[in-house]
């Protein structure tokens, strides 16, 4: 049987055995549910972004009504008016709610508008009843239209926008961080656990006959790592579904996603092949969770730290060093703080720390799955057969 073959069927194994696993599916189904949830409800509460202003006017004044009627694109609504006779009548119709706000002019003009409500209206009809006015006040004093027109002309303000996608950028990377952080944690435990309860059962002895030590190792370790992916697709199809059919996506996220994928595949593949060499060392699987523990710590420490100094010089470093850098590197690139130079020797050097620590945890794993009795220590397991303990 050659070697893909080999990795082949205990990665099926691994597979069927996940899928028989009911917290799999549930926290399969809690991801795309929450994940539809977050892309789905903005859009059904936030409905329709047009509206309608209902405005009543006293008294025929159709430069009022233009006015009004003009304030639609300011408010980013629609402003229907209504003219009526009295100013008891404008009254009762804002008092039952069956318009917005009432507007009188002559000498005293009037806003009439329940209390606390309604404020940008109000602000825009003041601004309405003040043209009107000083537009006629300019026709009595005897300047025509034109001069009229060109004494209320002003420039036009310009539109200078602030960059605000820093922010948002900023919480993309708090996301995709805390992602990368939860699932190279529990796929870690998952093979550290798997490997333990292997060896203590001596299922592996049963299968190091039929498959290699190295392709048990490497079958379990894609297996998880392919259980780990799936789950994380539960929660990144909608926003996929949402991105391709042309809907709003936070900014940022799309970018951190895209760059997060080559950290998180080989930073999935350099934990968890380290999880299974150090699985392998102890006796029991109540141990596992102890010998994992120095990477535990170290992702939790690299999480912190990449949250509160990500964009100095110690969060390059991190962005280099290849235990933090499947953290560290993608919340850099998502918050626009690393270089072309970076990212490619961060995955330089990334991709040959995995290649190495495959060919020092497979000899591991294979000194140490076969020898039970007590829990081995590193040093014990790749001594020379000379210096090995009995």
């Known amino acids: 049987m050659s070697s893909f073959e080999s990795v082949r069927l205990v990665m099926i194994r691994e597979l069927r055995q996940a899928t028989r696993k009911k917290g799999l599916w549930a926290v399969f189904a809690l991801l795309f549910v ?32 233009d006015a009004l009627t003009a304030l639609g694109p300011a408010l980013d609504s629609r402003v229907d008016v209504t003219i009526v006779e009295t100013d008891t009548e404008a009254a009762r119709l804002v008092e039952d709610q069956e318009v917005d706000i009432a507007v009188t002019s002559g000498d005293s003009p009037e806003i009439i508008v329940r209390a606390g409500e309604n404020a940008a209206l109000v602000g825009a009809a003041r601004q309405a009843l003040y043209v009107t006015t000083l537009t006629d006040r300019l026709g009595d004093a005897g300047l025509s239209d034109a001069q009229i027109t060109d004494s209320l002309a002003v420039p036009t303000a310009q539109l200078r926008e602030l960059d605000v996608s820093g922010q948002s950028r900023r919480g993309a990377s708090v996301v995709i961080s805390l992602v990368l952080y939860v699932l190279l944690l529990t796929g870690m435990v998952q093979v550290a656990n798997g490997t333990a309860i292997e060896k203590s059962n001596r299922i592996s002895e049963m299968l190091l006959p039929v498959v290699s030590p190295g392709a048990l190792l490497f079958g379990k370790v894609i297996g998880v790592g392919i259980v780990n992916v799936v789950t994380l697709s539960a929660g990144l199809l909608p926003v996929v579904v949402k991105f391709s059919i042309g809907g709003d996506l936070p900014d940022g996220i799309g970018g951190a996603l895209a760059a997060s994928a080559a950290w998180f595949a080989l930073g999935l593949a350099l934990y968890l092949t ?68 970076e990212i490619v020797g961060s995955l330089v050097i990334l991709v040959a720390t995995v290649l190495v620590a495959g060919r020092f945890a497979s000899t591991v794993y294979a000194r140490a799955i076969v020898r039970t009795g007590k829990r081995l220590k590193l040093r014990d397991v790749m001594a020379s057969p000379r210096t090995r303990p009995a």
């Open 34 to 65: 929450g994940s539809t949830a977050a892309m789905v409800l903005p859009e059904v509460v936030g409905g329709d972004d047009s509206s309608t202003d209902e405005v009543v006017v006293v008294g025929d004044d159709p430069a009022l009504v």
């Open 274 to 341: 380290l999880a299974g060499m150090l699985g392998a060392l102890v006796e029991r699987q109540e141990e596992a969770g102890q010998v994992v523990s120095p990477l535990t710590y170290l992702l939790i420490a690299t999480y912190i730290a990449i949250q509160s100094s990500g964009d100095g010089v110690f969060g390059a470093v991190l962005a280099y060093f290849p235990l933090t850098s499947p953290i560290a590197a993608p919340t850099r690139i998502a918050t626009g703080d690393s270089s072309p130079v």
